[in-house]
Structure formats: structure tokens, C-alpha cells
């Protein structure tokens, strides 16, 4: 069933917001620019704005309209940066950045291996970093490709930033298409590594999103674990409850 239009619209706003394309303190289209291109109600686009405001990513001001705010607090998911690499060719928007700390091959563990479809204990390229908006480290994240992917796409070995995306870096080097995506999530306690590598005092909380992204085959192309801190907004949902 599709979502209502008011939820589409705030969709479509939140996904430019979340990409980088509606950067803070940048005005969003005007309600009357929102009604004629979603051919909608005045009061659907009030409602859509509405759900924005409520999630903290926009301000409205008098003689101004709405505003993108400022320094929102977003956690993006790898599917969300992959759709930001696509439109823009850089997965990173601006202030962000990413410090490699590590691309090597391993052996997979078993939450790999089930994440790829291999044998645990088969030879996978993992690749681990930190990313940054400014100074402040917002997530750090493992990424995991077969060694097949990783032949075929060698700069997952090297220990440097691949700026449009390991995903999108991954597709045009095997030509093969990221077709449906899988995100789970949980939320736990930091380890002791995160809590340094987030500069968090422990014990801290923090969000774990695991992510496949499938060809259209159905054969899985990363395998994605990210743990962001406490207090980053990672995706909204609304959905029928009956009635």
C-alpha cells in the first residue's frame, strides 16, 4: 500500500537532507512550490513539514519559511550514502570524511559468512574506518566483500578513502547492480574500542545497523556493520495500526 502523500513528501525531503543536497540553514522549496509539484493540498504539505519539524530537521521562521537546522544530529544508513554517492559521485557530504584504519583480508566469521552467503572461515576483505563531521568522530563501521569482489575491485585493499563509496566503487568495477538492500538494528552498550574510537565515557550506549546489499541475482555485495553513538536519528516510520 502506498504511503500517504503528505508521508512522501517528507520522505523526499528528509532523503535530501539526510544526502547533503539540502545542506543546513538552506531554505526548502516554498509550500506553493510543494503544492504544484506534488499536485497536492496546502494542507498535505503543512503536514509533511509538520513530521520534518518534528524529527528536529527543520525550523520554520517567520518571512523566511522552512530551514534545513542546523548541525542536525543524523545517523545515515549505507543505503543512504550509497543514493548520496549516486547523485553526487562522493559518498561524503560536506564536512564529512572518513579515516581508513585498516583494509586487509581475513578470515569471515560467522555473522559474515551468513551476511555474504560463504563458509565462515573463507577469505573476505574487510575494511574498517571512522567517520567525522569536523572533528567529531560519528560512526565507525566494518564493511566486508568476498575475496571474488575484492579481485575484482583492488582498492578495497588499499588503506585510502574511495570517495564515491566502496558499494558504488564495487558496481563499476563488476558491473553488478545493488538491487535490494537489508538493514537490521539493535541497540547495546559500547565496547571498549568503540568508546574510544567514538571519544565516548563509558558505559555509553550506541545504535549497531547491519547492512546486505544484494545484486539482482540475489547475491550479496557488502556485508556492512555500523555503530553509531546515542542520540543520532537513523530513519522514521509510519505505518497503519487498524481501523
Known amino acids: 500500500m502506498a504511503l500517504p502523500k503528505y508521508d512522501q513528501i517528507a520522505g523526499d525531503l528528509r532523503g535530501k537532507i539526510v544526502r547533503g543536497e539540502l545542506a543546513a540553514g538552506q531554505a526548502l522549496p516554498s509550500e506553493r512550490e510543494l503544492t504544484d509539484r506534488w499536485k497536492v493540498s496546502r494542507a498535505t504539505v503543512v503536514k509533511a513539514l509538520d513530521v520534518l519539524r518534528l524529527e528536529g530537521l ?45 583494509a586487509e583480508l581475513v578470515a569471515a566469521p560467522e555473522h559474515v559468512a551468513t551476511g555474504l552467503g560463504i563458509e565462515t572461515g573463507d577469505s573476505v576483505v574487510r575494511r574498517h574506518r571512522v567517520t567525522f563531521e569536523g572533528e567529531t568522530p560519528t560512526a565507525t563501521s566494518y564493511s566486508w566483500f568476498t575475496a571474488q569482489v575484492g579481485e575484482a575491485a583492488p582498492r578495497l585493499l588499499q588503506r585510502e578513502r574511495v570517495r564515491e563509496g566502496t ?20 541497540a547495546r552498550l559500547a565496547s571498549d574500542e568503540e568508546l574510544e574510537l567514538l571519544r565516548l565515557m563509558g558505559p555509553a550506549a550506541v545504535a549497531e545497523a547491519r547492512h546486505v546489499a544484494y545484486d539482482a541475482e540475489g547475491n550479496a555485495l557488502t556485508y556492512e556493520v555500523g555503530v553509531t553513538p546515542a542520540g543520532r536519528w537513523a530513519r522514521t516510520e509510519e505505518y497503519a495500526m487498524g481501523g
Open 167 to 186: 558499494t558504488r566503487y564495487v558496481e563499476m568495477q563488476t558491473s553488478r547492480r545493488p538491487h535490494t538492500g537489508r538493514d537490521w538494528w539493535t
Open 58 to 102: 527543520i525550523e520554520t521562521r517567520q518571512g523566511t519559511g522552512s530551514l534545513v537546522k542546523e548541525r542536525v544530529p543524523l545517523a545515515r544508513t549505507a543505503g543512504e550514502r550509497y543514493a548520496t554517492a549516486v547523485a553526487t559521485g562522493n559518498i561524503y557530504t560536506a564536512g564529512e570524511y572518513a579515516e581508513i584504519l585498516s
